[in-house]
């Protein structure tokens, strides 16, 4: 039991780290926009390891990952449904766009 405890303080005061950090960026960020210090490419260099930056990347990676691979297996099975399937999802990463 004393593992698992130590365990949970670790992840934790991990978290609480992280949150700390996403604080200080967003901070800097809103202070550098109100001084009119961040042009577009700046401010598109700092919301790149945003979280839910991060997320959208890995979806936009996991959605093309399925449409690669509907598309490999478009001769195998002649499925209009998976057909329609990768035709939408590949309408998903483009109107993401």
Request: glycine share 4%; with cysteine.
């Amino acid at each position: 039991m004393g593992d698992d405890k130590r365990d949970l303080i670790d992840v934790l005061n991990t978290s609480v780290k992280e949150l700390r950090q996403r604080i200080d960026v967003h901070c800097c960020l809103v202070t550098s926009i109100l001084e009119g210090r961040v042009d577009e490419n700046g401010l598109r260099s700092l919301m790149d390891p945003c979280p839910r930056r991060s997320r959208e990347l890995m979806m936009k990676t996991a959605i093309k990952e399925a449409i690669d691979v509907l598309e490999e297996s478009r001769k195998a099975f002649k499925s209009k449904r998976l057909e329609a399937l990768r035709r939408k999802l590949t309408q998903v990463l483009i109107d993401a766009d």
